[in-house]
């Protein structure tokens, strides 16, 4: 099987959303320039090295990986007699340091500042984690606020509402605390239904104007001086819930990712970590150890 063969056979039975899906047609023209014709067998870590060094590091980290888990993919159901990329190292680039929001306090202002059919984006974004096409394919049926809980089924990309999701994972349950509950109960309209946050047509919101026309200004307007994106709620929900001591095990369901995943994304974010650590184990020593 030839690395073009084994790309158009992976791709064909590939569950992932429609983004992730762009990003893996898109890395497999860069893979099948350089080794369209050539058997899988053929790959060898001193051509993947050069083929590599053609790309800047972040495309290089993601062509590779992707090559990889194509291999793997074609070597797992015996279509190629080995995986010759099970070895070559591919060293992840330095993770972008995302800057969470502060407190409920900012979200709140930012809250205040968006027009009113707007105003739970940024509660249920902090308070719950979802991805931007999450929240936007977002249903009022999904929400359960007698068991306080809060289902992932739905997403939005480039304004049509899909059934699939990014992943397996993304598809879960993840538990309303009390201030973003309540926040729910005082602004849900009566009778909601359909999307929570629509056009007035009820059709799903198109996040680039959503960016342009509704939260960039509203940033402003609350006086908020960093340029967060509507991504960095899913960051401070990670951040926040790493402070509180939810275990990456957990958030990582919560969040539909992997483990993996929160460790090399999330797990460096919380700049007081050794603080709040100390913290617990001060509190610790003080139960296990009185008198």
Not at 195 to 219: E, K, M, Q, S
Request: hydrophobic share 45%; glycine share 6%.
């Amino acid at each position: 099987m030839t690395v073009e063969q084994a790309w158009a056979a992976f791709l064909a039975q590939h569950e992932a959303s429609p983004a992730r899906l762009e990003v893996l047609r898109a890395m497999r023209r860069l893979a099948t320039t350089a080794f369209g014709d050539l058997l899988v067998e053929h790959l060898t870590a001193e051509r993947v090295a050069q083929w590599r060094a053609s790309m800047p590091p972040p495309t290089r980290w993601q062509a590779t990986q992707a090559l990889a888990q194509v291999t793997a993919w074609a070597h797992r159901w015996q279509l190629t007699t080995a995986d010759p990329m099970a070895h070559v190292p591919n060293p992840r680039p330095p993770t972008r340091e995302f800057a969470p929001f502060t407190g409920w306090d900012q979200i709140e202002a930012l809250a205040d500042a968006l027009p009113k059919h707007l105003q739970l984006l940024p509660w249920i974004g902090a308070g719950c984690g979802l991805r931007p096409g999450e929240l936007l394919g977002l249903e009022w049926r999904c929400i359960d606020l007698a068991r306080r809980e809060l289902v992932v089924r739905r997403s939005v990309w480039r304004g049509e509402l899909r059934t699939q999701l990014k992943t397996r994972r993304s598809r879960r349950i993840v538990p309303l605390r009390d201030r973003v509950a309540d926040r729910i109960r005082a602004l849900a309209p009566p009778g909601a239904d359909g999307l929570v946050f629509r056009t007035a047509a009820g059709t799903p919101l198109d996040l680039h104007n959503l960016r342009a026309r509704a939260w960039r200004p509203a940033l402003q307007r609350a006086r908020i001086e960093h340029p967060h994106r509507i991504y960095d709620l899913r960051h401070t929900y990670a951040t926040w819930s790493l402070r509180a001591g939810v275990s990456i095990f957990q958030l990582a369901r919560r969040m539909g990712t992997s483990v993996d995943m929160i460790d090399a994304t999330y797990g460096h974010l919380a700049a007081d970590a050794g603080e709040h650590e100390r913290g617990l184990l001060d509190a610790w020593d003080g139960v296990a150890y009185k008198g």
